[in-house]
């Protein structure tokens, strides 16, 4: 299992991601989601997954939906207008991460 | 597999246990705790097995803990603490602004009012106070009053002390000293009072939202 504490400052961007790929999503769809994706190597606790999601959703990022789902109510997330085009500019700034990290532990990488 | 609606109940009686009744989180975390219960179920675990697993896994976010941002005294459960964090923050950063500020410029800058206006201007800002004092006490009994609880409710309750603010330059009445200079600590004490109004304010209208969304759904 890799080192949880790297993936933290990316929380909100693995959620935005998700639901751009996912249209809505519900909290425990996102972990299983996370961990089926990631084959087990990260997996995001719930204490650290309602936070980003009310923030986000506090940020005007996301919009929620309740439905009745079997015998309970179900939380929607999904992303709203301004939520689109954050996730586009997290994804960038992303790559951008990732590009530079690469440079730094790739020496190789960089000279070319 | 599906759950019964009697082990539904089992779970929500344990949230009500815990005093974990909070409308904005307890469909979601409700919802979470029962899919979890559900894929264990799947893997052929018993009820009684898969939900002291789930419950387990859960101990830790329902255990009671406090902020710096709140102080000691207040504390709930990690996950609601950790939403009404975030949510508060900002304003957190608003009303110590609206506190200091004033001390440090008019502590720094002497400015001095004709006498004749003293008396004018004490009244106004005595009014303005009684007026911003007025609305946070009714903030405060609606939301005593209604019970019903939210996280935004956890964070005005956090606010309620604040009210000492407005109280005290309303007790004091005057807000200059003899040369006509503003006095800073009343001035940054009143300033402070209406950061507590906009704040209590601002999630009393979230909480009213959230009872709105989540009751009638």
């Known amino acids: 299992m890799g080192n949880q504490k790297l993936y933290k400052g990316s929380l909100q961007t693995i959620i935005l991601k998700l639901l751009e790929t996912n249209d809505k999503m519900y909290g425990y769809e996102i972990t299983q989601k996370v961990k089926e994706l990631t084959k087990g190597e990260l997996k995001i606790t719930e204490g650290a997954l309602y936070p980003a999601l009310h923030k986000l959703e506090a940020d005007g990022l996301l919009d929620v939906e309740v439905a009745k789902v079997g015998n309970r109510l179900r939380k929607y997330y999904k992303l709203t207008e301004s939520g689109t085009k954050e996730t586009a500019n997290k994804l960038d700034e992303m790559q951008e991460f990732l590009k530079t990290m690469q440079q730094l532990v790739n020496p190789k990488f960089s000279l070319e | ?217």
Request: overall charge positive.
């Open chain 2, 1 to 217: 597999m599906e759950i019964t609606t009697q082990q539904l109940h089992e779970i929500e009686n344990y949230l009500a246990k815990i005093k974990f009744d909070f409308v904005d989180l307890n469909a979601e975390i409700l919802d979470h705790i029962t899919s979890g219960i559900e894929s264990l179920l799947d893997k052929d675990y018993s009820f009684e097995n898969a939900f002291a697993l789930v419950k387990l896994r859960w101990e830790t976010h329902f255990k009671d803990t406090s902020s710096f941002f709140f102080g000691l005294m207040y504390s709930d459960s990690k996950i609601v603490v950790k939403k009404a964090v975030k949510m508060f923050k900002p304003f957190y950063f608003l009303y110590l602004t609206a506190y200091i500020l004033p001390m440090i410029i008019f502590t720094n800058i002497s400015i001095v009012f004709p006498k004749n206006t003293i008396d004018f201007l004490n009244g106004f800002l005595n009014s303005i106070s009684a007026v911003f004092f007025c609305y946070l006490i009714y903030i405060i009994l609606k939301v005593i009053k209604a019970k019903v609880k939210t996280t935004y409710r956890f964070i005005l309750k956090t606010q309620y002390l604040g009210v000492i603010f407005l109280i005290l330059p309303l007790l004091m009445g005057n807000y200059f000293n003899d040369d006509g200079s503003l006095i800073p600590f009343l001035i940054s004490f009143q300033s402070g009072g209406f950061a507590v109004t906009y704040i209590c304010h601002h999630f009393y209208k979230k909480h009213l939202e959230a009872i709105k969304k989540y009751k009638i759904s």
